[in-house]
């Protein structure tokens, strides 16, 4: 009996001790962008989160410095959420989980201060609008009044994002009406529209043209000019990641951050 007793002691302790073990690391699926809760760290000591909340435009921009930020803040991860700026600002507002707010525009940006939920905004690069065209320019588009003619497909960013306002601010500008195919949420979806060749042309940012690596022409014209939209960013009060949010943002606004954004066509403020 004593030794069966003790048999039983051998099998269960190291069966309990793994099932604890495994327990213990159980933590959870892996975070992702735009819903994880930034700056968590393991019992060790581990790897930390900061989530940014960027607009569409800044995807290839902000990437990039989201790997030199985690070249200098070793086990850090960068999560991004990229997506229309009037989208993010709602998700913020309803309680996602971000460190940093990046905006296309001051508008977007205001929904987040009102709601007492960002630290006083900057702004750290402007962007204007070009025309878009598929690289061999089927329909022959020269200026902003060819996108009227009726035989023109155009698609443009919905109103109520930043594009889309600039997009409108520009055709009031000229005195032009234009009846689009197709309104979409963000800069990137209108710009594929060109890309697969669903469309004529759109009005999308002149950094997106020249992201796109030649799959698209872009073509400047003068109304652009008054329509111009100020990029804000902005650390969030309720930041999981509070210090590590300030430290992003000071690598946004530092020289080697605003060398990063000009180089991909963005203008300084």
């Known amino acids: 009996m004593v030794f069966r007793r003790l ?18 690391c159980g933590s959870g699926e892996p975070a992702t962008s735009g819903t994880s809760a930034s700056a968590s760290a393991s019992a060790g000591g581990g790897a930390k989160e900061v989530t940014v909340f960027a607009a569409a435009s800044l995807t290839g921009t902000f990437t990039e410095l989201g790997k030199t930020f985690e070249a200098a803040h070793p086990g850090t991860t960068v999560k991004f959420n990229f997506g229309s700026s009037a989208t993010l600002a709602q998700q913020i507002t309803q309680g996602a989980p971000a460190d940093v707010f990046a905006a296309a525009s001051p508008a977007t940006m205001k929904t987040v201060t009102d709601a007492s939920l960002a630290s006083a905004p900057t702004t750290f690069v402007r962007n204007k609008l070009q025309i878009a065209v598929p690289a061999d320019n089927p329909a022959k588009v020269d200026d902003l009044k060819d996108l009227t003619d009726p035989k023109v497909k155009v698609a443009l960013c919905a109103e109520q994002v930043p594009c889309g306002a600039a997009a409108v601010k520009a055709l009031d500008a000229a005195g032009l009406k234009v009846k689009p195919v ?20 759109a009005l999308v940012y002149k950094t997106d043209v020249l992201a796109s690596a030649g799959k698209v022409k872009g073509i400047e014209f003068p109304e652009a000019d008054k329509a111009i939209n100020d990029y804000p960013i902005a650390t969030l009060t309720k930041a999981p990641a509070g210090d590590l949010a300030k430290q992003f943002v000071d690598l946004v606004l530092s020289p080697q951050g605003k060398d990063v954004l000009t180089k991909a066509g963005f203008e300084a403020p």
């Open 7 to 24: 048999s039983r002691w051998a099998i269960a302790v190291p069966v309990a001790l793994a099932l604890a073990g495994l327990a213990g």
């Open 182 to 201: 197709t309104l979409e949420q963000d800069v990137k979806a209108t710009l594929t529209k060109v890309e697969l060749g669903e469309v004529d042309a």
